[in-house]
């Protein structure tokens, strides 16, 4: 079949990579894709947010399958877009609702959702535009550190834990009088910090049934030992040694499945990923966010580990019959280092050759800020490669990943040079 992916980062090309090993894929197009995927696929410059482009290129090009990469797509409603117009009806469409996707689209939804169902959570308040001196009371009757989280998308960006009254009250005048995050700051959700320890659990779900992928641990800290500014990701660890069968068990009890039910009671329909961002506390799973896709750089652990061929696992998952498929897991480790440009997450340059990378072995490269130009591979984002290496121990999975890294050059390259040493 001829499939359409969207998305541009290294998320997508795990996702191109994984799909182009199916026999089932015939031709796959990634709007708008990197140079990784122009290796394996056919890159398109259409927005993944023009729909009316995108429509126009499934019927052209005759597209039965439409896989959604990235969260913007899902948030401006691609899904209600296609199913409302019979062309396109016949589409196997790997998207939640725009109603599902406020689940990544409105932090205070979630919340609430959360609350409503009793799936655990830190206790927080929501405080609008004109509510800033109720939020700044509301902080100062609150103890210490406390988060700020912005409502809507902010690109991983907008997630800030203040250890003191005077860097909480700096950060919630930002988002809430200067617009740090525009639109995404309208709102903001003040929520009690966790202690704890985080992973990422993902559940691939056809509206009824669900299958629980393996779930990963991610390197959100620019700096070693989780210091410096959010990012968008900095590495990734899959299996997690601490999420045991019983911690699992858990997850899927307090929070899967409670999840997926309020979803069906309020006639929202979700297909496709949810991503859920969960705090170990002692050894007690509490949601801190979820996402209706996949993670980035978390695929790029997850998808080499699974066995099954995923479009056949996406086209159970479109005709609601993903109960009739086994999931199959390699026991191996992966381990994910992600190289970046000096300066990210703030200011970096971009436009510089990247070189070396025949040399990499034990390791698979994903691109994410990567463009090909008169026959060079050059930089083009604040991060710009993933190298994960799968092996047998997580030692070796870690030193094969850094050995990658290690390898790649470009001008201003930085890594972490701690991705999941944490663990062992």
């Known amino acids: 079949m001829n499939i359409l992916l969207l998305g541009s980062g290294g998320r997508e090309h795990a996702f191109a990579w994984k799909l182009t090993q199916s026999p089932l894929c015939k031709k796959l197009y990634v709007a708008t894709g990197n140079a990784g995927t122009a290796q394996i696929a056919e890159n398109l410059p259409i927005k993944p947010t023009d729909f009316e482009s995108l429509a126009n290129f499934c019927k052209e090009k005759n597209i039965q399958m439409l896989v959604v990469g990235n969260e913007e797509p899902l948030v401006a409603g691609i899904w209600d877009f296609f199913k409302k117009r019979k062309d396109l009806e016949h589409i196997h469409l790997i998207a939640p609702s725009q109603a599902g996707a406020m689940l990544e689209g409105s932090k205070d939804f979630a919340k609430q959702l959360m609350f409503e169902h009793q799936i655990p959570t830190a206790s927080y308040h929501t405080f609008g535009a004109n509510e800033f001196e109720k939020a700044l009371q509301y902080i100062y009757n609150h103890s210490l ?13 907008g997630v800030l834990i203040c250890p003191t009254y005077s860097q909480a ?20 959700v003040i929520e009690q910090f966790l202690e704890g320890i985080e992973l990422s659990v993902f559940v691939l779900t056809d509206g009824k049934n669900y299958k629980i992928l393996p779930e990963a641990k991610d390197y959100k800290r620019i700096g070693e030992n989780d210091t410096g500014l959010n990012t968008g990701g900095m590495g990734a660890v899959s299996p997690v040694p601490f999420a045991d069968k019983d ?16 979803l069906q009671q309020r006639n929202i329909n979700y297909v ?3 991503f859920i961002g969960l705090m170990k506390v002692g050894n007690e799973p509490y949601v801190i966010e979820f996402n209706c896709r996949m993670g980035d750089p978390e695929t790029q652990v997850v998808f ?6 995923l479009v056949e696992l996406l086209l159970a998952t479109a005709t609601q019959k993903l109960n ?3 999931l199959k897991i390699k026991p191996q480790t992966a381990v994910t280092t992600i190289v ?19 040399k990499i072995e034990h390791a698979l490269i994903f691109h994410a800020g990567t463009k090909q130009e008169n026959g060079k591979l050059l930089t083009n984002g604040g991060r710009v490669l993933a190298l994960t290496a799968l092996a047998d121990t997580l030692p070796q999975a870690i030193a094969f990943s850094q050995q990658a890294a290690e390898k790649v050059s470009f001008s201003n390259k930085y890594f972490r040079r701690d991705i999941g040493k944490d663990l062992l």
């Open 272 to 274: 496709g990923f949810l």
């Open 169 to 188: 009250e700096k950060t919630l005048k930002e988002m809430l009088l200067d617009k740090k995050f525009g639109k995404a700051s309208e709102k903001i």
């Open 340 to 358: 970046v440009s000096q300066g990210y997450p703030e200011n970096y340059e971009t436009g510089k050759e990247i070189l070396n990378l025949e």
């Open 324 to 326: 009739e498929i086994q």
């Open 247 to 262: 911690f699992m068990q858990k997850v899927e009890q307090k929070i899967i499945v409670p999840t997926l039910q309020a």
């Open 304 to 309: 080499p580990r699974i066995e099954n061929d």
């Open 145 to 157: 550190p406390i988060v700020l989280k912005a409502d809507g998308l902010a690109a991983g960006k």
